[in-house]
C-alpha cells in the first residue's frame, strides 16, 4: 500500500467517467464532497445494469432456460468477484445482502440469535455507526444478552491501552468499524481480531467506509465476519455482502425463510441449502450484484492502493488548507486518516453550513452521521464533513475553501 504512486494515475481522464459529476446545481458546478454517504456511478456499472435488464434479465437459480442460466452466472460471477477482492478462501463464504446495515442484523440475528445467551456481552467501540449498534441493542431486548463500548479518546483514535480490560471472557463477539464515517480513524483492524481471538471473541469488521478505499484481505486480518456496501463504492444502491468464514456461516441457522434458500418444504417443515444461499431467500438484487462485480472490477483496474493514495493526499492538503480558516475546529486523529474531514465553525450551526454551501453546488453532510451517541460524548451538535473520492481534486478542494470563507463572512 506504502509504494502506491498516485501520481502515475490520470485522475482527470477517470473523473470523466462520472457523467453525473459534469451538472452544475445553481447555477455553480457541482462539487460532489459526500461520497462517505454514497458514492458516485462509473459509467461503466450503469452499462452493466443496461445490458443486463437489455439482454439478460432473468430470474436465477430456477430457471432452465437461456436467460435465466445467463443471469445465473453473472450473479454467481459476481460472488467470485468480491470473494477475490477481500481475498476469501471461496465464494461460499460471501452473502450477498443489501448492504453494511442488511449484513449485520444477519450476524445479529442468526449467529447471534443462536449463539448468544443472557449475560454474554457483545463489545463495540463508541465510534460505531448506527447500524452496528442498534442491532445488538435489539438482540439484547430479546435475549438479556449487554452491549457494551470500548471508548474513543479525545482525539477521535480508539482506546487501545484499555483494550484488555474491556476484553473480558464474557465478551462472545468484538464488533467495530474499519475506518470511522465521522472521525476519519483508521482502526488497527488485525490488532483487534487478534485480541478478540485471545480471549475466545469472534470479531465482525464494519468496512462500509473502507471496502472502496483501500486493498482488503479478511484472512490477513483475520476477522470472522466482513460487512460492506456496494453504494459507497461505485456500485448500486441496494447491494452489499456479508463475508462470514465457512464454519461459523454453516454453524448459523438460517435467518430469513422463504424460496431459493430451501433444499425441500413440506408442510410440516423444511431443509435449506448449504450457505451462502440459505442466507439469500427470495429473488435476490440480481442487477445490483452484477453491478457490484462491475464496480469492483473498474475499481480493480484503478488499484485500490493508489486510490488510497489520492485520498490521502486530497484530505492532507483539505486539511491543510482549512487551517487557514479562523474559528474552525477539525475532527479526527492528526495523523493517518481515511478520505474525510468533519469539522465545526465557530460563526455557524453545521446545517446551516451545509445549506450554505448546497447554494453554491457544494455537496457536503452536516448532522449526526449516525453517530449519535458519540456526538452526544463529544458534546457536539454534530459536524460538517467533507469526504472524497478518486474522482474529487484539489481545484474542488480551494472552492470549498473559497465558500467556507464565504460562510464565515455571512454568518460574522
Ligand atoms: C454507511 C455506513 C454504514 C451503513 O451502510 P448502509 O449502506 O446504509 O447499510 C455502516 N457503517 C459505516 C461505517 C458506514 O459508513
Same mark, same amino acid.
Given at each position: 500500500m506504502n509504494n502506491a504512486d498516485p501520481s502515475a494515475v490520470e485522475w482527470d481522464v477517470i473523473r470523466e467517467d462520472f457523467p453525473i459529476l459534469r451538472q452544475e446545481v445553481r447555477g455553480h458546478p457541482l462539487i460532489y464532497l459526500d461520497s462517505a454517504a454514497s458514492s458516485q456511478k462509473p459509467r461503466c456499472v450503469i452499462e452493466a445494469l443496461r445490458h443486463y435488464y437489455e439482454y439478460d434479465n432473468a430470474n436465477v437459480?430456477?430457471?432452465?432456460h437461456e436467460l435465466s442460466s445467463r443471469a445465473t452466472d453473472a450473479y454467481e460471477g459476481a460472488r467470485e468477484k468480491v470473494a477475490r477482492y477481500i481475498g476469501?478462501?471461496?465464494? $461460499?463464504e460471501i452473502v450477498f445482502t443489501r448492504g453494511t446495515t442488511e449484513s449485520i442484523n444477519l450476524v445479529a440475528n442468526a449467529w447471534g440469535g443462536k449463539f448468544l445467551k443472557a449475560g454474554d456481552v457483545v463489545l463495540l467501540t463508541e465510534m460505531e455507526h448506527h447500524s452496528n449498534i442498534v442491532p445488538w441493542q435489539l438482540l439484547a431486548e430479546r435475549t438479556g444478552i449487554k452491549v457494551r463500548y470500548l471508548p474513543v479518546r479525545e482525539e477521535g483514535t480508539l482506546e487501545l491501552a484499555e483494550l484488555d480490560k474491556w476484553l473480558?471472557? $464474557?465478551?462472545k463477539i468484538f464488533a467495530f468499524t474499519h475506518i470511522s464515517n465521522s472521525l476519519g480513524t483508521i482502526n488497527p483492524v488485525q490488532e483487534l481480531c487478534r485480541a478478540a481471538r485471545k480471549v475466545g471473541a469472534i470479531s465482525l469488521v464494519d468496512a462500509a467506509q473502507s471496502a472502496g478505499h483501500l486493498p482488503i484481505n479478511v484472512q490477513e486480518i483475520g476477522c470472522d465476519f466482513l460487512a460492506f456496501s456496494g453504494h459507497k463504492m461505485c456500485a448500486p444502491t441496494g447491494i452489499g455482502a456479508l463475508y462470514g468464514r465457512r464454519e461459523l456461516l454453516t454453524a448459523m441457522p438460517p435467518w430469513h425463510g422463504g424460496g431459493e434458500m430451501i433444499s425441500s418444504v413440506t408442510f410440516e417443515g423444511a431443509t435449506f441449502k448449504d450457505a451462502p444461499h440459505k442466507f439469500e431467500a427470495g429473488t435476490p438484487n440480481i442487477a445490483g450484484a452484477i453491478g457490484l462485480g462491475a464496480a469492483i472490477d473498474y475499481i480493480e483496474k484503478i488499484g485500490r492502493a493508489e486510490i488510497f493514495a489520492h485520498d490521502e493526499a486530497l484530505v492532507a492538503y483539505a486539511i491543510k488548507r482549512m487551517?487557514?480558516?479562523?474559528g474552525i475546529r477539525i475532527f479526527g486523529p492528526s495523523g493517518k486518516r481515511g478520505g474525510l474531514v468533519s469539522f465545526m465553525m465557530d460563526s455557524a450551526h453545521p446545517h446551516d453550513v451545509t445549506t450554505f454551501a448546497d447554494r453554491y453546488g457544494l455537496a457536503l453532510r452536516g448532522g449526526h452521521h449516525c453517530n449519535q451517541p458519540l456526538m452526544r460524548k463529544f458534546r457536539l451538535p454534530g459536524t460538517t464533513r467533507a469526504s472524497f473520492y478518486f474522482y474529487n481534486n484539489r481545484a474542488e478542494v480551494d472552492r470549498m475553501i473559497e465558500i467556507l470563507k464565504e460562510v464565515q463572512r455571512f454568518f460574522a
Amino acid at each position: 500500500m506504502n509504494n502506491a504512486d498516485p501520481s502515475a494515475v490520470e485522475w482527470d481522464v477517470i473523473r470523466e467517467d462520472f457523467p453525473i459529476l459534469r451538472q452544475e446545481v445553481r447555477g455553480h458546478p457541482l462539487i460532489y464532497l459526500d461520497s462517505a454517504a454514497s458514492s458516485q456511478k462509473p459509467r461503466c456499472v450503469i452499462e452493466a445494469l443496461r445490458h443486463y435488464y437489455e439482454y439478460d434479465n432473468a430470474n436465477v437459480h430456477r430457471g432452465l432456460h437461456e436467460l435465466s442460466s445467463r443471469a445465473t452466472d453473472a450473479y454467481e460471477g459476481a460472488r467470485e468477484k468480491v470473494a477475490r477482492y477481500i481475498g476469501a478462501a471461496s465464494a $461460499e463464504e460471501i452473502v450477498f445482502t443489501r448492504g453494511t446495515t442488511e449484513s449485520i442484523n444477519l450476524v445479529a440475528n442468526a449467529w447471534g440469535g443462536k449463539f448468544l445467551k443472557a449475560g454474554d456481552v457483545v463489545l463495540l467501540t463508541e465510534m460505531e455507526h448506527h447500524s452496528n449498534i442498534v442491532p445488538w441493542q435489539l438482540l439484547a431486548e430479546r435475549t438479556g444478552i449487554k452491549v457494551r463500548y470500548l471508548p474513543v479518546r479525545e482525539e477521535g483514535t480508539l482506546e487501545l491501552a484499555e483494550l484488555d480490560k474491556w476484553l473480558t471472557p $464474557e465478551v462472545k463477539i468484538f464488533a467495530f468499524t474499519h475506518i470511522s464515517n465521522s472521525l476519519g480513524t483508521i482502526n488497527p483492524v488485525q490488532e483487534l481480531c487478534r485480541a478478540a481471538r485471545k480471549v475466545g471473541a469472534i470479531s465482525l469488521v464494519d468496512a462500509a467506509q473502507s471496502a472502496g478505499h483501500l486493498p482488503i484481505n479478511v484472512q490477513e486480518i483475520g476477522c470472522d465476519f466482513l460487512a460492506f456496501s456496494g453504494h459507497k463504492m461505485c456500485a448500486p444502491t441496494g447491494i452489499g455482502a456479508l463475508y462470514g468464514r465457512r464454519e461459523l456461516l454453516t454453524a448459523m441457522p438460517p435467518w430469513h425463510g422463504g424460496g431459493e434458500m430451501i433444499s425441500s418444504v413440506t408442510f410440516e417443515g423444511a431443509t435449506f441449502k448449504d450457505a451462502p444461499h440459505k442466507f439469500e431467500a427470495g429473488t435476490p438484487n440480481i442487477a445490483g450484484a452484477i453491478g457490484l462485480g462491475a464496480a469492483i472490477d473498474y475499481i480493480e483496474k484503478i488499484g485500490r492502493a493508489e486510490i488510497f493514495a489520492h485520498d490521502e493526499a486530497l484530505v492532507a492538503y483539505a486539511i491543510k488548507r482549512m487551517a487557514e480558516l479562523p474559528g474552525i475546529r477539525i475532527f479526527g486523529p492528526s495523523g493517518k486518516r481515511g478520505g474525510l474531514v468533519s469539522f465545526m465553525m465557530d460563526s455557524a450551526h453545521p446545517h446551516d453550513v451545509t445549506t450554505f454551501a448546497d447554494r453554491y453546488g457544494l455537496a457536503l453532510r452536516g448532522g449526526h452521521h449516525c453517530n449519535q451517541p458519540l456526538m452526544r460524548k463529544f458534546r457536539l451538535p454534530g459536524t460538517t464533513r467533507a469526504s472524497f473520492y478518486f474522482y474529487n481534486n484539489r481545484a474542488e478542494v480551494d472552492r470549498m475553501i473559497e465558500i467556507l470563507k464565504e460562510v464565515q463572512r455571512f454568518f460574522a
